[in-house]
């Protein structure tokens, strides 16, 4: 990941599994609900923002892509999912939160990805 090394990266706990948490970001509170479509074979969070009016449902968790970059809300940075492998794909139902990680750049590095 030498794209990231002068970038604080926050890794969102993910793992195999449907799973509701809440995690801080850019000083903000968010609850996460993320859960995998099995007619789709694809792992998919909605994004809630506690104290802002950030609300993203649906949103499909590929590989090299800022998962945040179409909704362009101020709040936030940016959020994309790393294959650890380097192969760039889909996340499997067992791979989420070990071979692929859920990423958080703060929106003070800019766009990265």
Known sequence: MALFDN???IEIPV???PAKFEIE????PY????RYNERD????ADVLGLDNDVDFK???????LDL????????????FIFDGE????????EGLGDRFRLYYISKEYGPII
Do not use: N, S
């Not at 380097?86 to 139902?93: M, R, S």
């Open 25 to 28: 970001l850019d000083g903000a």
């Open 7 to 9: 970038v604080d990266l």
């Open 58 to 64: 649906g949103l499909k968790l590929v590989p090299g």
């Open 15 to 17: 793992t195999p599994g």
């Open 86 to 93: 380097e192969i760039e794909a889909e996340p499997t139902f």
């Open 68 to 79: 945040l970059g179409p909704h362009a809300y101020a709040e936030l940075g940016q959020m």
């Open 41 to 44: 074979l694809a792992w998919y």
């Open 31 to 34: 609850r996460f609900r993320v």
